[in-house]
């Protein structure tokens, strides 16, 4: 209760996905765990690690406040796939296994929830850990509905998986991540979504990028067979949409000239 007025606390499931990640994934849980907002439950992905079981050591010291999940590797999409499969609550988040949360990013979430109570797709902001500037402006308290997210997109980066919570009865086929890419499978699962929902979104700063996560480690390898490239129709995309991936490829081409890759 809040000013007499009752408050809607949505049950929220947590999915962390982890490979090899044992550098980080306790600061990961830990970060799960000490959210403000606590009517949650934490679920840990093991894509089938190959690190001598350190990544599953660190999971399962965490006993009963985590619910731990090992299968055989098959990509950051499949141990997503799976902890949405196992999750019990109404909304899913995500936060990879080398990445943080700060401490109020599920309340900002509820916050949102409560303002927006019929809407399905919710994200706050984040920064990058080496500091570097990611949106325009910097309005903390700005909460904003985008019916245009394509369009607003061009513009700016808008939505990042560990900052993205959704509905979890819209998350079934053909709304899942794609297991046969790595390489935005997150992005295109968003861009599917946003052809049919609006975006709710938070410009509050409630989760850090790492950029040396070893996650991270094989980003200058570029797979074009695992990229969204590889199954991009842009025959199919609306006008705004075709305009947004124009835009991420001629980034990608100026990326490799400049890395030489």
Known sequence: WSKGIMRYEPKVTIIIPVYNGSNFLAEAIDAAIHQTYKNIEILVVNDGSTDDGRSEKIALSYGSKITYYRKENGGVSSARNRGILESRFEYVAFLDGDDIWYPKHLEVISNMINLFPEESVFATSFEYSDGRNVYRKFEPSKIIKINNYFECSIKEHLMWTSTVVVRRNIL?????????????????????????????????????????????????????????LSVLNLDTAIKNEKIYYKKLINEKIKYFLVKGD
Request: charged share 25%.
């Open 172 to 228: 079934m086929k053909p709304f899942v991540f794609n297991e046969a890419i790595s390489m935005g499978e997150d992005m295109l699962l968003w861009n599917e979504l946003m052809k049919l929902y609006s975006l709710v979104k938070s410009y509050s700063i409630t989760s850090l990028y790492r950029l040396d996560a070893e996650n991270r480690s094989n980003v200058n390898k570029y797979n074009m067979s695992k990229s969204y």
